[in-house]
Each structure stands twice: as structure tokens, then as C-alpha cells.
């Protein structure tokens, strides 16, 4: 019997049923189950989720190809030039693709990254970012499965991102540069 519920009277006279500690440890049993339950599911979820990368998925890399696309012809229209494309699917998880380009000035510079920006709104791309437009010298890009660099050409030069991340591009492009001159 020592299990069986007791009562107590409170202050103002009213009989109250004690738990016992069987029901007391019950209690908790279940509340520290339905704490659990949701935070288990999430990081199932969120496990299943990292595997699911845009390199391995092949319609999130279409939809990466996709935006590709537009940036490639947005750059096209604004004449822009030395385009390099570098595909990060599987080599990093901030993007797919990295794409770099210079303009001849400040000017085109900075209208080229407000023309692009305009596309990817209008393709449905949310959360675009926007650095150094101000100055126009690199303007930073973030389109979320894009990134794209816009440089003057002696910015780039100066910060050869194509080297940092290991494209043959950049050498080329140095010797044609450097054959020209």
C-alpha cells in the first residue's frame, strides 16, 4: 500500500490527491518521450537532408544549371568578358557554381551586377545578395546555388580566384593574355 495515491489539505482547506511515485516517474517518462520524439525526428530529417547534396540530386543540379544559364546570357547581353564557370557541386556545399567575369569599368561593372540581380529576382531567386556595389571594382553575388564574382579587370588580376580554386581557366586565359601583349 505504500504505492496507493495519499491526499494532503492545502492552505485554504481543499483535499489534494498525491501522486505516487510510480505515477510521478510516469509522468516525466512521457513528457522527457514527447521532448525527444520532435528532436529525433528533426535530426533524421536534417541528416537525410545533408545527404541529399545538390552534386548527388539530380534535380537540384538542374535548377543550378539552370540559374547557369541565365547568368551566362545576363553576362552575355551586358557584354562581359573573360567568363569562367566553376563548378563547385561536389568540391563544396556554399554553391554549385562560381562564376567569375570582368567588365572594362566601374560602370559596367556595376550595371551588370544590378542587370543580373534584376534576372535572378525574376527567375524566382530569393535572398539575393549584393556586396560592393557601391564601388563597382568586385561585386560579390549570391544567388544562392550561384555565386558570381564581377571584377574590373586589374581587381581580378590582383585576386585570381580562378587559381584559388585550381581551374586550368586561369592559365589559359594568362597565357593568351600574355601572348597578345
Not at 495515491?5 to 517518462?29: D, F, H, L, Y
Not at 553576362?75 to 562581359?80: E, G, S, Y
Not at 546555388?145 to 581587381?155: A, C, G
Request: proline content about 2%; aromatic content about 4%.
Amino acid at each position: 500500500m505504500a504505492d496507493a495515491p495519499s491526499t494532503r489539505t492545502n492552505q485554504r482547506g481543499e483535499t489534494i490527491a498525491r501522486q505516487t511515485k510510480a505515477q510521478t516517474v510516469a509522468k516525466k517518462a512521457v513528457k522527457k518521450v514527447a521532448k525527444k520524439t520532435p528532436r529525433k525526428a528533426a535530426k533524421k530529417a536534417a541528416k537525410k537532408a545533408a545527404k541529399r547534396t545538390r552534386a548527388n540530386d539530380p534535380e537540384l543540379l538542374a535548377r543550378s544549371r539552370e540559374l547557369l544559364a541565365l547568368v551566362q546570357a545576363s553576362l552575355d547581353d551586358d557584354k562581359a568578358e573573360e567568363v569562367a564557370v566553376i563548378e563547385l557541386a561536389g568540391k563544396s556545399d556554399i554553391a554549385d557554381f562560381m562564376v567569375v567575369a570582368s567588365g572594362r569599368s566601374s560602370r559596367q561593372v556595376g550595371a551588370m551586377a544590378q542587370h543580373l540581380r534584376e534576372k535572378l529576382k525574376g527567375a524566382g531567386v530569393t535572398g539575393i545578395s549584393v556586396e560592393g556595389a557601391a564601388r563597382a571594382d568586385w561585386v560579390l553575388i549570391d544567388g544562392g546555388d550561384i555565386i558570381v564574382h564581377l571584377f574590373r579587370p586589374e581587381v581580378r588580376a590582383f585576386y585570381a580566384l580562378e587559381k584559388m580554386w585550381g581551374e586550368e581557366f586561369s592559365a589559359e586565359r594568362e597565357s593568351v593574355a600574355g601572348s597578345s601583349g
